[in-house]
């Protein structure tokens, strides 16, 4: 092979090597009306930031014999074109390792697959023809808001941003609740949820304090009340 390279695709635990020529990959950066979430990854542009890295693999063949000769492997075409199917459909990156007789060539990088396109034409059943789009793989932490409240008087939609505790304030403790005669576990979660069906995640709150007995409450027993219910 003139001018030739080789893809590695490390994904979970599978890795594949593909012999490949040079000229059929090329190496760009997205513009921006193409950046959007990628495979629900969620790829972001602002003017700030570099585009994604995107990798075009266009018009080269899954070739058994290239297969055979160079990598020594017993994967068939068709399996080499399930397992690049496989890392698109998961949604997950992979890492994209080329090894290249040209320096500029050599890539380390965790990538997303974004399409893929094959075809077998006839008479070379054993060659699949394919076309790979891939971008560089950036990681955002992305902070979800919680949906907006609208101000009854004013009309207006508002943010509430939980933020947390000061250095110097204690966090929020459950609440204290002690038995009186007649309690139940049932009916004292009737009493926080209006339903009495959340009496085991009382009893597991409380395991300690009552016992191996759930239904068996000693008046003045003082109990937690779980916060998400107050």
């Known amino acids: 092979m003139n001018r030739s390279l080789f893809i590695n695709f ?21 513009s921006p009306p193409n950046i959007r979430h990628i495979v629900g990854k969620g790829v972001l542009y602002a003017p700030s930031h570099v585009p994604p890295q995107v990798i075009y693999i266009s018009s080269p063949q899954f070739w058994q014999e290239w297969i055979r000769q160079y990598i020594g492997s017993n994967y068939t075409s068709n399996q080499y074109h399930e397992f690049i199917m496989n890392v698109r459909r998961s949604r997950e990156p992979a890492r994209l390792v080329i090894e290249s007789d040209i320096p500029t060539y050599d890539t380390n990088m965790l990538v997303l697959i974004d399409y893929i396109s094959h075809e077998i034409r006839s008479g070379e059943e054993y060659d699949i023809y394919y076309d790979l789009v891939m971008y560089k793989y950036e990681k955002h932490e992305i902070k979800i808001l919680p949906p907006p409240v609208i101000n009854a008087h ?3 939609a ?64 003082q109990l937690n009340i779980p916060q998400k219910w107050l």
């Open 10 to 30: 490390k994904w979970r635990s599978q890795t594949i090597v593909i012999p490949e020529l040079i000229d059929n990959i090329r190496f760009e950066h997205a």
């Open 158 to 221: 508002q943010i509430q941003v939980q933020t947390p505790p000061r250095a110097n304030e204690q966090p929020k403790r459950d609440e204290i609740y002690t038995v009186v005669s007649g309690d139940s576990l049932s009916k004292i979660s009737k009493k926080y949820t209006n339903t009495d069906s959340k009496w085991r995640e009382l009893y597991d709150l409380n395991n300690s304090i009552i016992g191996n007995n759930p239904n068996k409450l000693s008046i003045g027993l």
């Open 154 to 156: 004013t009309g207006t």
